[in-house]
């Protein structure tokens, strides 16, 4: 019996690339090596490309900036500005450089841009009365050279200071930075944290037993061969599993990863490029449940990315299992410069109808039921099948792409009714929010949405549609956060839905406060702004008043940041919403005298809820 037919040749000739020196890569179709983005001494990642996002992957590398802004961005090659924007979130400031090639260079979370760019964001912002604007520019209608000053570097859009950088073919497909001239220093291994064994069907067993078992290795990560597994049955496994580059030990997604059953490669996944219309497929290649997020050890078919190889090789050919018998399964996981860790798992197989006798578990331990119930806990769902019912109280709601669901596998969402605790209404009631009803426990271990999927919102909706004052909310350890409107799949339908994304515990609410608006500095008097710091970089002139902060925020619904409007003095002013900050920012224009000043300020929350401020304030030269 053959298991792996259906393994393409490519996997078996696939090698992870690896160097041991950290110069930079030729740059795509030039032979040139690019400059490096930042002018900083020290070159650390905070972030790597394809790691996990929300739905999504991460299409870049982040470039830490000692947890300071204002450092000088440089053009990487000659080329030609195609694309400025400004949003609250997201990229925040971002600037698109392209190449003759077509390669595009992307710098996000920027704090300022030269003179030039600066100028034209600020006529346009003026202009339109919006923060948010975006330019497009005709190839050769701004040129840069290699080196030119674009930017300084900042936090805007984003939790932190840091340098987001990309490298997008001219297909507009992201391609792995380190590939393409922008490669670190790495001498850290990777480190494999936890190995999960997941079974398939309901009739698997793993060490004679029911449910998942998980592996968890020391500080240093697991090493070498470990303990025997014993298996009935087709089984799945997951591994977490994190890199890091330098001494700052920031936790980076390893470049490649290789799965081999008794020395064939069963699967491979290599991070080197994919389109942003493939995001949705991240959720099939990572497991998520009760906290827990690890890599899937195997390829699913929706996987149609770039280095992926492989299939379910865990299945064997019919779906029954590994052949009986003793197996070694080798997981190995590697970095750009070829630093890499590994481990092997002795998997031994007793057959698909017996639950047999085998070694001791050794390190390996079996998830427990966390509600004492016995059995297996509802919620641990298996991401492979429905294992209990109505167990636990839970109803089943189940998706497939063959009844027009978005979603790109079958799965199931585990619902049942949930009564606020004191601690929960009390949160509540901090934000201004108003619980209606009983709230709803939703559970998956596997979510393949690829756009947004209406589920129930419970018992606790009340009103009418279309009154912004109600939303889904979800509670988590820092209280309730907005989750969503509600509204119905069709106009005949009563019942109220959301788009779910993500395990939680939820209630519809009712926002009837609004947002607060601070007093501008540290609120501890008159707000006095002097004189903006001097000029240090050619061709960036800063502010000639100090940029000030004034406090935003709402604790139910949040900002709707289109709403918000400031005037000084009686004449319109745009202001930066710093929303990760629950603030915004003010910019006085360069021609504002010494002395007093009023400045006005109105904003709304999602749920309609007004808020407005008048803030006195005096420049002193």
């Not at 080798?330 to 590994?342: F, L, P, T, V, Y």
């Not at 309730?480 to 509600?486: D, I, Q």
């Amino acid at each position: 019996m053959k298991l792996f037919d259906s393994l393409p040749t490519l996997l078996l000739s696939m090698v992870v690339a690896c160097s041991c020196a950290a110069a930079p890569a030729a740059d795509p179709g030039t032979g040139a090596a690019p400059l490096w983005p930042l002018d900083l001494g020290t070159r650390y990642l905070t972030s790597n490309f394809m790691e996990y996002r929300p739905g999504r992957y991460h299409a870049g590398i982040d470039l830490k900036t000692e947890s300071r802004t204002g450092f000088v961005v440089r053009a990487v090659r000659d080329g030609s500005i195609v694309r400025l924007r400004c949003t609250p979130t997201a990229y925040g400031r971002a600037l698109y450089l392209q190449a003759s090639d077509g390669a595009t260079y992307v710098y996000a979370h920027l704090e300022r841009f030269n003179d030039d760019l600066q100028k034209m964001v600020k006529d346009a912002q003026a202009a339109s009365g919006r923060y948010r604007t975006e330019f497009y520019f005709q190839p050769g209608e701004i040129p840069v050279k290699a080196g030119d000053v674009l930017a300084l570097s900042g936090q805007s859009g984003t939790s932190g200071p840091h340098l987001h950088f990309e490298v997008r073919n001219a297909a507009q497909r992201p391609l792995n930075p380190l590939d393409h001239g922008f490669a670190v220093e790495d001498r850290h291994p990777p480190v494999i944290r936890t190995l999960r064994a997941i079974p398939v069907t309901p009739a698997a067993r793993i060490m004679g037993e029911e449910g998942n078992w998980f592996l968890a290795g020391p500080e240093g990560g697991l090493a070498g061969t470990l303990d025997t597994l014993l298996l009935s049955g087709p089984v799945a496994f997951t591994a977490g599993m994190v890199d890091q580059a330098d001494i700052r030990a920031h936790r980076l997604e390893p470049r490649s990863m290789e799965v081999k059953l008794d020395g064939r490669p069963v699967y491979q996944c290599v991070n080197t490029a994919y389109a942003f219309t493939d995001n949705s497929i991240s959720r099939l290649e990572w497991y998520e449940a009760n906290g827990v997020r690890e890599r899937w050890l195997f390829r699913r078919p929706g996987v149609t990315l770039p280095g992926r190889a492989g299939g379910s090789w865990h299945l064997g050919s019919a779906g029954e299992g590994l052949l009986p018998g003793l197996h070694h399964l080798e997981i190995s996981a590697s970095d750009h410069q070829g630093n890499s860790a590994r481990v092997v798992v002795p998997l031994l197989v007793d057959g698909p109808d017996g639950n047999g006798s085998g070694p001791a578990a050794g390190s390996w331990r079996r998830e427990v039921d966390a509600s004492g119930e016995g059995g297996r806990d509802p919620c641990l769902p298996n991401p492979f099948f429905v294992g209990f019912g109505g167990a636990g109280g839970w109803d089943v709601l189940e998706f497939s792409p063959e009844r027009g669901d978005p979603v790109s596998e079958s799965c199931y969402v585990l619902v049942r009714t949930w009564t606020p605790d004191a601690a929960a209404l009390a949160a509540a009631a901090r934000q201004g929010l108003e619980l209606s009803g009983p709230g709803v426990e939703y559970r998956t271990a596997f979510w393949p949405a690829t756009a947004a999927v209406g589920v129930p919102a419970g018992q606790g909706w009340r009103g009418e549609f279309g009154d912004s004052r109600a939303g889904m909310y979800r509670l988590g350890e820092g209280g309730w956060s907005y989750a969503g409107e509600l509204y119905r799949k069709a106009v005949e339908d009563s019942l109220a839905v959301f788009s779910l994304s993500r395990s939680g515990t939820y209630a519809v609410g009712f926002d009837g406060k609004g947002p607060f608006i601070g007093a501008g500095g540290d609120g501890a008097g008159d707000l006095v702004v002097r004189p903006g710091p001097p000029g240090t970089v050619p061709g960036i002139t800063p502010a000639r008043w100090e940029v000030f902060a004034v406090a935003l925020e709402d604790l139910g619904s949040g900002i709707r940041v289109e709403s918000l409007t400031a005037s000084l003095d009686g004449r319109p002013l745009v202001v930066e919403p710093d929303t990760p900050r629950d603030r915004f920012l003010v910019e006085l224009p360069d021609d504002t005298a010494p002395g007093p000043h009023r400045l006005e300020v109105r904003v709304e929350d999602q749920a309609g809820n007004a808020g407005s401020r008048i803030i006195p304030f005096t420049c002193v030269e």
